[in-house]
Nanobody
């Protein structure tokens, strides 16, 4: 069974930094895309950043220049967030897209449970 787990959320003052980590597990052979989405209070879930297996990245306009997504290996990704603003307050979800496991070659998508990021003075 595939699991996706986030870590690294917390509270920080405006201008501060946080690093989120994501780890996938469960007999995974490959993951096409890993990324981060967020859902702020009263808002819909939105894309923050993606990194594909080949290393290419995509960012929401709100994240460009402040956030950096990286992928250490097949199962691990991270999001370095700098110059945080109050509007970055949200639950951040790790996304694993196009996951193929040793027991199931069909491609499936998985989500983590989310980690809270609060930016406040």
């Amino acid at each position: 069974q595939v699991h996706v787990v986030e870590s690294g959320g917390g509270s920080v003052q405006p201008g501060g930094s946080l690093r989120l980590s994501c780890a996938a597990s469960g007999g995974i052979l490959s993951i096409n895309t890993m990324g981060w989405y967020r859902q702020g209070p009263g808002k819909e879930r939105e894309l923050v950043a993606l990194v594909r297996s080949g290393g290419t990245t995509s960012y929401a306009d709100s994240a460009k220049g402040r956030f950096t997504i990286s992928r250490a290996d097949t199962l691990h990704a991270a999001l370095q967030m700098n110059s945080l603003k109050p509007e970055d307050t949200a639950v951040y979800f790790c996304y694993a897209g196009g996951v193929r496991t040793y027991s199931n070659w069909e491609l499936n998508d998985y989500w983590g449970q989310g980690t809270q990021v609060t930016v406040s003075s």
